[in-house]
């Protein structure tokens, strides 16, 4: 398994509310969580109601699932 480059690493999400849920951020990630949900459009919708028009988005998976993108 590869090493970390960077050992200050944060994870972006934590907390079991947001497995197997869409999360977006502000896209300079200076902001904390905008918007999440199950539904990709619906978070966009949101992200956008909180005036973030383009929202950086990350799905989290549910604990002890793996996704290779």
């Known amino acids: 398994m590869a090493k970390m480059a960077n050992k200050k690493c944060k994870r972006l999400v934590s907390g079991q509310q947001y497995q197997g849920k869409y999360v977006a951020f502000t896209s300079s990630g ?3 969580i905008v918007a999440s949900g ?16 383009a929202p950086a988005i990350v799905f989290v998976p549910k604990r002890g699932v793996t996704c290779l993108y």
Do not use: C, E, I, W
């Open 30 to 32: 200076r902001k904390s």
């Open 38 to 53: 199950s539904n990709l459009n619906t978070v966009v919708k949101k992200a956008q109601q909180h005036g973030v028009d």
